[in-house]
Structures are given as structure tokens and as C-alpha cells.
């Protein structure tokens, strides 16, 4: 099983700003899609953006859109979730995941992800 670590979650106070890291060390990084999820309390896991191997294609969710950047560094084997302008809708506890070579239209498919993070914590105050 492929070890994927989450750092960067926090409180913050809406319209505050965290970014998320993930790291994938010991494995191909480069040739896999990564994603972002969310589950909030006593709500289902939810899907919020993902990354194309080169880190040029991008997909969001649209309550995050013009608000959360996902970006990686294969050097580096971390993607990161970069969150602006966030609301007290956006806490949750959020999951990265690693998934293999995918269609894009399985991005935001949760099965489709193979290897996931145990989860950082983010919680916005109003």
C-alpha cells in the first residue's frame, strides 16, 4: 500500500486563506492523477478537485471554483490544495488521494482513487 500524508489543515476564520499539502514519497508520482476530497460532519465524502500527471489539466468542484488552486510538484512527489477565501461550509476533514491513470470524466469518481490519506482538518469560524 502506497503511504499519502496530508499536512497544512488548521482553523481559520472565514475569508482566511490555508493551503494543503500532500506527499506520495517512494512511488511514481508523476504518472498518477491526484485528487482533493471532503467529508463533512454526518455528511458524505465529497469530491473537490483533482490534477492531471503534468499538473496541466485541472478539475474542480464548483462551490470551490476561483477560490481553491490544486497544483503539484512531481519533483517533489506533493500536490497542493491552495484555499482562498474560505466559508464555514468548507470545514470538513480533507482526503488526498492517488489514482491511476484515468479518463477525465472519472476524476471526481471516488473509486477511481486507489491509495488515500488518513485526513487533515480544516474548520472555518465565522
Known amino acids: 500500500q502506497v503511504q499519502v500524508v496530508e499536512s497544512g489543515g488548521g482553523s481559520v476564520q472565514a475569508g482566511g486563506s490555508l493551503r494543503l499539502s500532500c506527499a506520495v514519497p517512494?512511488?511514481?508520482?508523476?504518472?498518477?492523477?491526484m485528487g482533493w476530497f471532503r467529508q463533512a460532519p454526518g455528511k458524505e465524502r465529497e469530491f473537490v478537485a483533482a490534477i492531471s500527471w503534468s499538473g496541466g489539466s485541472t478539475y474542480y468542484t464548483d462551490s470551490v471554483k476561483g477560490r481553491f488552486t490544486i497544483s503539484r510538484d512531481n519533483a517533489e512527489s506533493t500536490v497542493y490544495l491552495r484555499m482562498n477565501s474560505l466559508k464555514p461550509e468548507d470545514t470538513a476533514a480533507y482526503y488526498c488521494?492517488?489514482?491511476?491513470?484515468?479518463?477525465?470524466?472519472?476524476?471526481?469518481?471516488?473509486?477511481?482513487?486507489?491509495?488515500w490519506g488518513q485526513g487533515t482538518q480544516v474548520t472555518v469560524s465565522s
Open positions: 488521494a492517488s489514482g491511476g491513470p484515468m479518463p477525465y470524466r472519472y476524476w471526481s469518481a471516488e473509486v477511481k482513487y486507489n491509495d
Open positions: 517512494g512511488r511514481t508520482f508523476s504518472s498518477y492523477i
